[in-house]
């Protein structure tokens, strides 16, 4: 059921570009949307348009509805124990800030101090950056090796009864590595740590269960797991949420105001302030909805097998080098060429219709770690098949007659 038995469920796969049927191997940016989640946000707007939580009338009622089912639905993709502890945000960019500037400006001052790995994307760097600026807490990196795997004696040794807070990427986005998250949140509890786990990575290419890692907060990005943008969801335990003060103030979030005084929603309304993203959300259900029917462990299964073949293929290329050869890794594959900077290779690639990603992929740290200014990423979804690969490598090799002949 994946791979090709999928592809006819994606309209966006069903064009030409330059000529050529179009190749999508940019998941890790964005994946495309199923004919399903396109339905259910059309529908939204089409039938049950209405703003939600403060009408009466049937249609406000049927948009509450359908946008609390979606909640229902991120509870089990996550395996959360109530569905009131996953917070709808903008995206896994947002979650992470709501964590930094809420839970981190109440808890953290001098002396305490922040967790991170070498490999996060600027979003799991800049916020507790600036929070860390704030309240003059102290930001610890935990290496990389040579692989781009973390270097757990490393991590270890920067964990101290200083770390209030381990805030980790779960698979990364620039070198496929999938950390050793059960081990890392063990050690960060035994040290007396919170962990966050960055999940853009890892929620569309296998299951979550958030009770089984023992995870504090776990977020995703919509766009990413086959839904719309301008969505995602933020999972806290309830008991951290709750003393987590709120984020932004506004509609919905409070229970009473008046000029001197204004008592708080309770969960998940506290985070929720002012009209959500009511149509995403929805889509966002049936997104979740969509990756779980074809059951996340076979898609897993499905996606690495695309990653040993495109390993194998590219690996019979001269002069190609893989950034980021972990054993542990999932849905990508980055690599830099001798003979042509990778934002040539995308545009060339873009010529025969392949869609890759080019650039620093918002982790300019990993860039330098490894002393390129960019690498090629071709990044696998659940529509993806050998063929694609396949099509990848000889456009590749297309472009080494031109630059390397
Ligand atoms: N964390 C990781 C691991 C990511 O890969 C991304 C987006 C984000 C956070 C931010 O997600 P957002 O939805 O809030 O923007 N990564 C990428 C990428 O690799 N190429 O484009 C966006």
Redesign the pocket.
């Given at each position: 059921m994946l791979g090709e038995a999928l592809r006819g469920q994606f309209p966006a796969l069903n064009q030409e570009i330059g000529g050529h049927p179009l190749v999508y191997l940019?998941n890790?940016?964005?994946t495309l949307k199923p004919d399903c989640v396109i339905e259910s946000i059309t529908s939204v707007y089409a039938r049950d348009c209405a703003n939600v939580h403060r009408g009466v009338h049937t249609l406000s009622q049927r948009a509450t509805q359908r946008q609390e089912e979606a909640r229902v639905t991120a509870q089990r993709f996550l395996n959360a124990p109530e569905a009131r502890e996953c917070i709808f945000v903008?995206?896994?960019?947002?979650g992470?800030n709501l964590v930094a500037n809420t839970w981190g400006r109440a808890n953290l001052g001098p002396g305490d101090e922040v967790l991170i790995t070498a490999m996060e994307?600027h979003?799991?760097i800049v916020p507790w950056q600036m929070v860390c600026k704030a309240t003059g807490a102290t930001l610890q990196v935990a290496d990389i090796d040579d692989d781009g795997a973390l270097v757990m004696d490393d991590y270890r040794a920067k964990l101290s009864s200083k770390t209030k807070m381990v805030s980790a990427?779960h698979?990364?986005?620039?070198l496929g590595t999938v950390n050793p998250v059960e081990e890392m949140i063990r050690l960060a509890h035994d040290a007396g740590a919170l962990v966050l786990l960055?999940g853009?990575?890892s929620a569309p290419h296998q299951p979550v269960d958030v009770q089984a890692l023992d995870v504090d907060f776990f977020v995703f990005?919509g766009?990413?797991v086959y839904g719309p943008?301008g969505v995602?969801i933020l999972y806290g335990r309830e008991s951290l949420l709750d003393a987590m003060p709120p984020w932004e103030g506004g509609g919905d979030m409070i229970r009473t105001v008046t000029f001197e005084e204004t008592t708080y929603a309770g969960l998940p309304s506290k985070f929720e302030a002012g009209t959500p993203n009511i149509a995403g959300a929805i889509g966002l259900g049936t997104a979740m909805e969509f990756l779980m029917g074809l059951d996340l462990a076979k898609v897993a299964e499905h996606e690495a097998d695309l990653l040993r073949y495109a390993t194998e293929r590219l690996d019979s290329i001269d002069g190609l080098r893989r950034i980021g050869t972990a054993e542990d890794r999932a849905g990508l594959v980055g690599f830099v060429l001798d003979w042509a900077h990778p934002h040539d290779v995308g545009t060339i690639l873009d010529h025969e219709g392949i869609a890759i990603?080019a650039g620093h992929?918002?982790a300019q740290p990993v860039m330098d770690r490894f002393q390129v200014p960019a690498t090629a990423?071709a990044?696998f979804g659940v529509y993806n098949t050998r063929e694609d690969i396949d099509r990848l490598v000889s456009a590749l090799h297309s472009v080494k007659e031109i630059f390397a002949p």
């Amino acid at each position: 059921m994946l791979g090709e038995a999928l592809r006819g469920q994606f309209p966006a796969l069903n064009q030409e570009i330059g000529g050529h049927p179009l190749v999508y191997l940019d998941n890790g940016a964005t994946t495309l949307k199923p004919d399903c989640v396109i339905e259910s946000i059309t529908s939204v707007y089409a039938r049950d348009c209405a703003n939600v939580h403060r009408g009466v009338h049937t249609l406000s009622q049927r948009a509450t509805q359908r946008q609390e089912e979606a909640r229902v639905t991120a509870q089990r993709f996550l395996n959360a124990p109530e569905a009131r502890e996953c917070i709808f945000v903008r995206g896994t960019t947002e979650g992470i800030n709501l964590v930094a500037n809420t839970w981190g400006r109440a808890n953290l001052g001098p002396g305490d101090e922040v967790l991170i790995t070498a490999m996060e994307h600027h979003s799991n760097i800049v916020p507790w950056q600036m929070v860390c600026k704030a309240t003059g807490a102290t930001l610890q990196v935990a290496d990389i090796d040579d692989d781009g795997a973390l270097v757990m004696d490393d991590y270890r040794a920067k964990l101290s009864s200083k770390t209030k807070m381990v805030s980790a990427i779960h698979v990364s986005n620039a070198l496929g590595t999938v950390n050793p998250v059960e081990e890392m949140i063990r050690l960060a509890h035994d040290a007396g740590a919170l962990v966050l786990l960055d999940g853009a990575q890892s929620a569309p290419h296998q299951p979550v269960d958030v009770q089984a890692l023992d995870v504090d907060f776990f977020v995703f990005s919509g766009h990413k797991v086959y839904g719309p943008t301008g969505v995602g969801i933020l999972y806290g335990r309830e008991s951290l949420l709750d003393a987590m003060p709120p984020w932004e103030g506004g509609g919905d979030m409070i229970r009473t105001v008046t000029f001197e005084e204004t008592t708080y929603a309770g969960l998940p309304s506290k985070f929720e302030a002012g009209t959500p993203n009511i149509a995403g959300a929805i889509g966002l259900g049936t997104a979740m909805e969509f990756l779980m029917g074809l059951d996340l462990a076979k898609v897993a299964e499905h996606e690495a097998d695309l990653l040993r073949y495109a390993t194998e293929r590219l690996d019979s290329i001269d002069g190609l080098r893989r950034i980021g050869t972990a054993e542990d890794r999932a849905g990508l594959v980055g690599f830099v060429l001798d003979w042509a900077h990778p934002h040539d290779v995308g545009t060339i690639l873009d010529h025969e219709g392949i869609a890759i990603r080019a650039g620093h992929h918002c982790a300019q740290p990993v860039m330098d770690r490894f002393q390129v200014p960019a690498t090629a990423r071709a990044s696998f979804g659940v529509y993806n098949t050998r063929e694609d690969i396949d099509r990848l490598v000889s456009a590749l090799h297309s472009v080494k007659e031109i630059f390397a002949p």
